[in-house]
């Protein structure tokens, strides 16, 4: 058994198809299945079984890919300390989240404090970040909405924020001069959002649902800054970060604090088995610094700039 046995096992359990896998691999689809079928051999044991064009782990299987995910992991770690101990490769991070909005200050903290950070940032939906972490494709997760009671084993998270909700919309909008805007008032109106997964998306719904609110939904993009400028030109309506709207309220059209829904957590994540270089280790306090001045924002404006708004 040989380490690419481990590798082309885990990868392929991981995605559940040959191809992709050996596309990932930068591979063959036939090597990939003449290595599972010398590492089945070797177990005397089918590792996986065929479900249409999909492949799936078998009891035998997944027993194996627990181990085989930990001795990958500990292989990594290894990796990662000798590079840190050798200062060499030592500034990447990967950071994968569903709350983009919030990552620009956070990221360009990190440049300040070390100009040669490498950080690789993905989007996905809400249901896959945690599983990033899982299979050591990222080494943090920032997301949201957070639940207190969200817990995954190998997994610490921590709640850093506890948002509230503006509204924004065009300065032709019915709601233009309100200073705030309740969630049973959106029935029916025209409604700009990002897709299911992604932001505030998710609280909403749950918000209308219990609200018997229907807006209408006429664009979803995941593009934040796109929806900012749909408002800003267009008839709708929109939510946003209350933290950030009161923060920076010149990138945002005229605003009002929503009210009758629930306030949400945003969450960081890591694997506690993952090692951490020194790089990394600032990420997480600069995360866990920069929620922390947003807070007060998300609270309510300050007094002083109460008044003035």
């Known amino acids: 058994m040989e380490l690419r046995h481990l590798v082309f096992f885990a990868k392929a359990a991981e995605l559940e198809h040959i191809t992709e896998a050996a596309d990932e691999l930068s591979t063959s689809q036939p090597f990939v299945s003449k290595t599972i079928?010398?590492?089945e051999r070797e177990l005397t044991v089918n590792l996986f079984e065929h479900v249409g064009r999909r492949i799936r782990l078998t009891e035998h299987g997944r027993v194996f890919y627990n181990r085989?995910?930990?001795i990958l992991q500990d292989l990594d770690n290894a990796k990662r300390e000798?590079?840190?101990a050798a200062e060499a490769g030592s500034h990447r991070v990967s950071v994968v989240t569903n709350v983009g909005l919030y990552m620009p200050e956070i990221v360009a903290a990190l440049h300040k404090a070390d100009p040669d950070a490498h950080l690789t940032l993905t989007v996905a939906k809400r249901g896959k970040l945690l599983e990033y972490l899982l299979k050591g494709r990222a080494d943090f997760a920032v997301w949201?909405?957070?639940?207190?009671?969200d817990r995954l084993p190998g997994i610490a998270t921590e709640h850093v924020l506890l948002e509230a909700v503006a509204i924004v919309f065009s300065p032709k909008h019915v709601f233009c001069g309100r200073e705030s805007v309740d969630v049973r008032e959106l029935d029916g109106m025209e409604y700009y959002t990002s897709p299911a997964g992604f932001g505030?998306?998710?609280t909403m719904d749950r918000a209308f649902a219990e609200a018997n609110v229907r807006p209408q939904i006429a664009i979803e993009?995941?593009?934040?800054a796109a929806i900012a400028h749909f408002v800003r030109t267009g008839s709708?309506?929109?939510f946003a970060p209350r933290s950030l709207v009161n923060r920076s309220p010149d990138l945002y059209p005229p605003r009002a604090d929503l009210t009758g829904y629930q306030r949400v957590h945003v969450s960081v994540s890591w694997s506690t088995s993952a090692f951490k270089s020194k790089t990394q280790r600032l990420f997480l306090d600069l995360v866990r610094r920069h929620f922390r001045?947003?807070?007060?924002?998300?609270?309510?404006?300050?007094?002083?700039?109460s008044a003035a708004r």
Not at 144 to 149: K, Q, R, T, V
Not at 293 to 305: F, H, I, V, Y
Request: no cysteine; aromatic share 6%; hydrophobic share 30%.
């Open 221 to 224: 993009s995941p593009d934040t």
């Open 200 to 202: 505030m998306r998710d």
């Open 68 to 70: 085989t995910r930990h």
């Open 293 to 305: 001045e947003l807070q007060p924002w998300a609270d309510g404006l300050p007094a002083d700039l």
């Open 144 to 149: 949201g909405p957070g639940n207190p009671d």
């Open 37 to 39: 079928r010398e590492l």
């Open 236 to 238: 709708g309506f929109a």
């Open 82 to 84: 000798m590079l840190d």
